[in-house]
T-cell receptor, first 113, second 114 residues
């Protein structure tokens, strides 16, 4: 079955430290992959998306993600975290032959000063 | 300003009552979606609509109903048949249903059953 997995429920980093949030997918073909961010009590905002081509994708707010087919991963990275990055992050994917976007369970990021 | 609006932001309901959540978009998008969000479970799809006067069940449609009479509106009714309706509800839209079309989300409605 198609699925998106975020292994880390909660991550804590210090402000200025680097960040990597993990996302693994299970699809027969190359999926279309997305990262969204959600501030408490708010809707989701798209950070970046991958469809094909260059496996390193740049997004908003200084985020990037790398698609690695061999590892079935699409990890989100940021070189230096700001306190305002504290939020919940969702990885999502869909394949070419389905109507539905499948979300991971999310990773809550906490940033310490 | 183009976007998606959801109202109300907070909604309280007594057990046994139906309640309707509003979702409006002025993005001229064809596709609209309703998701339910519970802590630790991510987002789960309730219903979606590809075009006016057409909609399909998602993964957890039981106890919910929708209508799509206008392109810009996709209201969700939580019926008394929904066993555990307390949750955060998110509406989204996209240009179309194709796999590469990103979904844009509204700010959400938090429903609490008293």
């Amino acid at each position: 079955a198609q699925s998106v997995t975020q292994p880390d429920i909660h991550i804590t980093v210090s402000e200025g430290a680097s960040l990597e949030l993990r996302c693994n997918y299970s699809y027969g073909a190359t999926p279309y992959l997305f990262w969204y961010v959600q501030s408490p009590g708010q809707g989701l905002q798209l950070l970046l998306k991958y469809f094909s081509g260059d496996t390193l994708v740049q997004g908003i707010k200084g985020f990037e993600a790398e698609f690695k087919r061999s590892q079935s991963s699409f990890n989100l990275r940021k070189p230096s975290v700001h306190w305002s990055d504290a939020a919940e992050y969702f990885c999502a994917g869909r394949s070419y032959n389905t109507d539905k976007l499948i979300f991971g369970t999310g990773t809550r990021l906490q940033v310490f000063p | 300003d183009g976007g998606i609006t959801q109202s109300p932001k907070y909604l309280f309901r007594k057990e046994g009552q139906n309640v309707t959540l509003s979702c409006e978009q002025n993005l001229n998008h064809d596709a609209m979606y309703w998701y339910r969000q519970d802590p630790g479970q991510g987002l789960r799809l309730i219903y979606y609509s590809q075009i006016v006067n057409d909609f399909q069940k998602g993964d957890i449609a039981e106890g919910y109903s929708v209508s799509r009479e206008k392109k810009e509106s996709f209201p969700l009714t939580v019926t008394s048949a929904q066993k555990n309706p307390t949750a955060f509800y998110l509406c989204a839209s996209s240009i179309g249903i194709l796999e590469h079309n990103e979904q844009f989300f509204g700010p959400g409605t938090r429903l609490t059953v008293l």
